[in-house]
């Protein structure tokens, strides 16, 4: 009898639901939350609201494209953190709520092992060790995979995220919220012109926060020149930045490879998604004889397959949760 497991994502402002049958993921849904745009960043107490609405047709759709019986299911999972704590509550107690009913154990996920997880779902798998730059609207990190459940972080920002960055230049721009898709698609119109400072970071870590700045202080300057400098310069102002973004997340990740001699390199979270960042490591990999691995765009943002993956492995190792498990707005891996 395969394995049946119910997996459900909330942690930001995606509702998720799949349904995972052995290794194989049979459905796969997501509601995004629009609402967000205008404010220009997820409005927290906004998105748990939003998630209440979504979280029973999602499941129901994801359990109904599955063609798997509620009552088939081994197992009910969800993501536990990191992310937006009311949002993590809804998925946590209703997929609590569902496992008591059903007589399941319930399987606590961590999102950002969870993101690393979209490179088990299709096509060829990276060997262990391998080294994953996961990269997302609130984490930026160099794992070190060893297998399915022992990750280890190796390098992290020391502020920003590769994504905020992609969505505070945005709005400094006066582009909508996500703000990374946007900035992609102009800068595939523009060149690299203006220059903006590579920090200086000891070691694998990242930083963003002199970036933002200097972006800031560059459009605050030029557009008291030209108040269009904006809107007339969007396409190169996207690639430059989109550029200096790129060449700092692979110039330590190159530096990670050095350092733990590992071929096998992989990125994996919603600005995963970036075609820059998609075509550069293509080359440095080329340049550095890496086997490299890209996940399919449908599994860089969020959703609940790359959950349901997770708690696959998690179920086989049998690490199931208690019913007091509760959901961890920072979460320790
Ligand atoms: O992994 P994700 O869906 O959610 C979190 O776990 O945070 O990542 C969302 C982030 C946002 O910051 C969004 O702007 C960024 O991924 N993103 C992109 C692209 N698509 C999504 N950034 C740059 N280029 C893209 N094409
Ligand atoms: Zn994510």
């Excluded at 942690?11 to 459905?27: G, N, P």
């Excluded at 995004?32 to 205008?38: E, F, G, I, M, S």
């Excluded at 107490?45 to 063609?67: M, N, T, W, Y």
């Excluded at 102009?186 to 926060?209: H, T, V």
Aim: net charge negative.
């Amino acid at each position: 009898m395969p394995v049946n497991i119910l997996a459900i994502e909330s942690s930001c402002d995606e509702t998720a639901a799949a349904v995972i049958s052995d290794k194989r993921i049979l459905s796969n849904v997501i509601a995004t939350q629009q609402v967000h745009q205008k404010y220009g960043g997820v409005v927290p107490e906004l998105a748990s609201r939003q998630h209440i609405q979504h979280i029973v047709p999602v499941v129901e759709e994801s359990l109904a494209k599955s063609g798997v019986a509620m009552t088939d299911l081994n197992a009910v999972a969800f993501t536990a953190g990191p992310g937006l704590i009311g949002s993590l509550m809804v998925g946590c107690s209703f997929a609590k709520a569902m496992a008591v009913s059903l007589e399941v154990p319930v399987i606590s996920v961590h999102h950002m092992q969870a993101h690393i997880h979209a490179h088990f779902l299709s096509g060829v798998k990276p060997a262990f060790p391998f080294l994953c730059l996961t990269v997302s609207g609130g984490h930026t990190q160099i794992v070190l995979v060893k297998d399915y459940l022992e990750m280890e972080v190796i390098g992290e920002t020391l502020d920003d995220a590769a994504g905020e960055a992609f969505d505070k230049t945005a709005k400094l721009l006066k582009l909508p919220y996500p703000g990374g898709p946007l900035i992609d698609r102009y800068a595939q119109q523009g060149k690299p012109k203006f220059s903006f400072p590579e920090p200086d970071i000891p070691g694998l870590d990242f930083s963003f926060s002199g970036l933002k700045t200097s972006i800031l202080y560059f459009l605050r300057e030029n557009t008291a020149k030209n108040p269009h400098f904006g809107e007339e310069n969007m396409n190169d102002i996207c690639a430059s930045v989109q550029q200096r973004i790129v060449s700092i997340l692979l110039n330590k990740l190159e530096l990670a490879a050095e350092r733990f001699q590992i071929s096998e390199v992989a990125i994996a979270g919603g600005v995963s998604a970036n075609s820059a960042l998609r075509s550069e490591l293509k080359q440095r990999g080329d340049r550095n004889g890496w086997r490299v691995f890209i996940p399919p765009l449908e599994y860089c943002t969020d959703n609940a397959a790359m959950i349901a993956s997770v708690a696959y492995h998690r179920y086989l190792a049998k690490k199931f949760d208690s019913l007091d498990v509760a959901p961890a707005a920072r979460m320790e891996w």
